[in-house]
């Protein structure tokens, strides 16, 4: 029997992104964190900035996804305008949170100007995840997660609060094959047929000597991949798996 968790959506704002001139490590960092805790990223969408693309695609992934998280434009600069975006996406006014004025004025004190106080601005309704570890906390609106651009701060912020995500675990076993991917194609699509719930991954290898085809397979369900597994076994030609790593 299948088993479902929690599923995600990562929103990754910003320019300089789509420019190239800066390179997204945020999401890879979610993703990866994300799947150790049981949580399915199903799409990462990219975007600029920009009000109405933030709005649509925010109003889009928070109904298609339990969790939504949102990197860049939260800062006190021109092009910073998540916090806007994602109010438009909600149907929500932005407002002067007092208790994140608060910590702005405090943090800020007497180099304080209008441009560093948006950073208290928020979508009505907010919440905020506070951890002794931060200056400032996680804003949060509804399902979605609102982090800023800069990597350090993002993960600093993540590893705070990664506990409450925490879902069932995946379960994967890892198999080294010295065929080629072309030649047990038609043996994984069998396995689907039968094991169609199963996460199957093919990763062909083109310069190692080992092995050529790294195949991935995972479920929340330990025996269902267990099964999937020894199926597997039994239709790749003998001597075909080079190495296998995953729980016994």
């Known amino acids: 029997m299948k088993k479902t968790g929690k599923s995600a959506g990562i929103l990754i704002i910003g320019n300089e992104i789509l420019s190239g001139k800066t390179v997204d490590s945020n999401s890879p960092y979610l993703c990866r964190e994300l799947r150790k805790l049981g949580v399915e990223v199903k799409k990462i969408s990219v975007i600029p900035d920009d009000l109405e693309a933030i709005a649509k695609e925010v109003s889009i992934f928070s109904q298609s996804y339990d ?8 800062g006190p600069t021109h092009d910073d305008v998540t916090m806007q975006g994602i109010a438009r996406g909600l149907g929500r006014k932005v407002i002067l949170h007092p208790e994140l004025e608060k910590l ?10 209008p441009a ?34 800069i990597p350090e701060i993002l993960r600093k912020k993540f590893e705070a609060i990664k506990k409450q995500f925490l ?6 076993k890892q198999v080294f094959v ?12 069998r396995l689907l047929e039968a094991f ?7 990763y062909p290898e083109l310069n190692n000597a080992e092995y050529k085809v790294k195949l991935t397979l995972e479920s929340k369900d330990k025996n269902y991949l267990e ?6 076994v039994t239709l790749l030609p003998a001597d075909t798996i080079v190495r296998v790593e995953g729980f016994p």
């Open 227 to 232: 099964q999937a597994f020894h199926q597997l």
């Open 178 to 189: 010295n065929q080629w991917e072309v030649d047990i194609a038609h043996h994984l699509n």
């Open 167 to 172: 879902d069932e675990p995946f379960f994967m």
């Open 116 to 149: 560093k106080l948006r950073m208290a601005e928020v979508p009505e309704g907010t919440q905020l995840i506070k951890d002794e570890g931060l200056i400032f906390p996680v804003v949060t609106v509804e399902n979605i997660y609102i982090f800023p651009g």
């Open 196 to 202: 169609p719930h199963l996460l199957l991954g093919s």
């Open 67 to 74: 969790l939504v998280f949102t990197s860049g434009g939260v």
């Open 104 to 113: 702005v004025k405090d943090f800020y004190g007497t180099d304080m100007n």
